[in-house]
């Protein structure tokens, strides 16, 4: 908490307009996540912030006090430094959590990246977003090895992830955290006042840029901003209930925190003062511990990860209700009837990196309840209606002239691209003009892979599709199609596309004229599919699966 001059300071500052900085209305303020930290410690220093079984084997509690006085310290290191884009590498631990405030109060932009990445790719990112400094889990500092070769004058340092903050059992992550303490003693104690991001003058300013997966083409770094992150925040806070119930909010980290910034989970959950269950990897066993032994209220996780935890040898019906966000591919109504079975409550919602993570839900009707079960978790598998703080979702007709949009039907039959619009939609990419014009072109003759693969699955003879671009003399790009067949049927390419142009819906434009049968389609761990490899077979390049 600030000393009692810094606070005064405060007030009259809203009086006094500081001869460096324009003076703004006084129903205005520059909207930014980093002050639900504050804010939580000042309401409630006591309450547990943080839960976490360390590297080396401790449980680690931590009070919003604790948290809110080790991101403040950090923003002071940081500042100090002078780095205005620091990396991240680290699992789902307070480390983490510490990073994404403390970079931001110190006025600099985060760039949190996937450990699962190969190390030519995690290089590729931190030198392209020109990072001026990385804070790594130790374990995976390995994984930078190609970035020193390539940069060897950009700093590390190092979080050992213990239950220690000083002494032999800490690290260079807390000696940074200890040092910048110091200096905001050592400076008459300002406090969160004497940080950069208490001066914010553009709320548009970035503060995150997470990259996308890399599945399509090379990683691409998508900016957040200030706002949009404390709008897609407060949407989570809304849509996901996390201020529902009258205890506390127990949130679970099973979705990766690099992962579009956990889908800005790091500041919602801290906005309603809730605690973060903090994991180092997916352990099904320990999972299914704490939901039984703690107070867990909420989680967020793939359908692929649900699936295996209802399938853990430990799983039984929980006393109390959790609350599950469900995301990253289609669910089936069978898993939702396994999870409601347990009392994980599903509730699905679509959303990408370029969104904030999710920004269209499927929101529960009274009247399901009067509905057979299989038609129930049929409909709560669904999702479509945007979230409270963005903007209705659009489908428009994709074969129309760029910049102009006309919704489709609304009859359940008419296929169309999906556009969105408003408050949680990113700024741009980083350093891409032409990839953002595209970003935000709005129509055009544009062919929607993933529409195109869902039509391509309705032939009954196809498993599986994937589709990519391949150079056209004509049209600059067309789409090729790869698929696997069902087991016991048989099929060739033409047959496919007979089918597309004559028995489909597919538009003609979409046909692809390209049709590969292949025994099994390249996926990620999480079940998406590899299209940067499909793009490599496109070229002849099979080495890589």
Not at 182 to 188: E, L, N, V
């Amino acid at each position: 908490m600030s000393p009692p001059f810094s606070r005064l300071q405060s007030v009259l500052s809203h009086f006094t307009p500081s001869p460096s900085t324009p003076a703004t209305a006084n129903h205005i303020n520059q909207l930014s996540p980093t002050f639900f930290l504050q804010r939580a410690a000042e309401i409630e220093p006591e309450a547990e912030a943080i839960y976490h079984q360390t590297a080396n084997g401790k449980i680690l509690r931590r009070s919003y006090q604790d948290f809110a006085d080790r991101a403040r310290g950090l923003a002071y290191f940081i500042q100090s430094q002078g780095w205005k884009r620091v990396g991240i590498l680290m699992p789902n631990t307070p480390g983490f959590l510490e990073s994404i405030f403390g970079i931001a109060a110190a006025g600099a932009v985060n760039v949190a990246v996937n450990y699962r990445l190969k190390t030519e790719d995690i290089a590729y990112i931190f030198e392209f977003a020109k990072v001026d400094a990385i804070l790594v889990d130790e374990e995976f500092v390995p994984l930078l090895k190609l970035f020193r070769e390539k940069k060897p004058n950009v700093p590390f340092v190092i979080d050992l992830d213990t239950d220690a903050t000083e002494g032999e059992l800490s690290g260079p992550f807390d000696e940074a955290i200890l040092r910048g303490l110091k200096i905001d003693i050592q400076s008459g104690s300002p406090g969160w006042e004497g940080l950069e991001s208490r001066r914010i003058q553009d709320e548009d300013a970035m503060i995150a840029i997470p990259f996308t997966s890399g599945t399509t083409a090379k990683p691409k770094g998508v900016v957040y901003t200030h706002r949009g992150a404390y709008l897609a925040a407060l949407g989570n806070v809304i849509e996901s209930g996390l201020n529902y119930h009258t205890g506390r909010c127990g949130y679970l980290w099973t979705l990766p925190m690099f992962h579009a910034m956990g889908w800005t989970f790091p500041w919602a959950v801290t906005a309603v003062r809730g605690t973060h269950f903090c994991l180092r990897k997916i352990d099904y066993p320990l999972i299914w511990k704490l939901l039984k032994s703690e107070n867990i209220t909420h989680f967020n996780a793939a359908p692929t990860v649900n699936t295996l935890l209802c399938a853990s040898k430990e799983a039984e019906k929980l006393e109390n209700l959790v609350r599950v966000t469900v995301a990253a591919s289609p669910p089936t109504a069978h898993l939702f009837e396994q999870m409601s079975n347990l009392n994980l409550y599903p509730v699905h919602v679509y959303g990408l990196t370029e969104t904030y993570g999710p920004i269209t839900k499927g929101y529960h009707m009274p009247l399901w309840e009067t509905l057979p079960l299989k038609e129930k978790y049929a409909r709560m598998a669904r999702q479509g209606h945007g979230f409270i703080t963005g903007l209705p979702i659009r489908v428009i007709k994709p074969d129309l002239p760029e910049g102009v949009l006309e919704d489709v039907r609304r009859d359940g039959k008419e296929v169309g691209e999906i556009v969105f619009f408003g408050n949680i939609c990113a700024k741009e990419y980083l350093d891409d003009k032409e990839a953002t014009r595209k970003l935000f072109a709005g129509g055009g003759e544009n062919i929607s892979s993933v529409a195109l693969e869902a039509m391509l699955v309705q032939h009954p003879d196809v498993l599986e599709a994937g589709v990519v671009s391949v150079p056209d003399s004509h049209w600059g790009e067309r789409p090729k199609a790869y698929i696997t067949v069902k087991e016991g049927k048989s099929m060739r390419g033409e047959d496919l596309i007979t089918w597309a142009k004559h028995e489909s819906s597919i538009s003609k434009f979409m046909v692809p004229r390209e049709v590969e049968i292949v025994e099994e389609l390249p996926k990620t761990s999480t079940g998406k599919l590899k299209k940067n490899i499909l793009r490599k077979w496109a070229k002849g390049d099979y080495g890589e699966s």
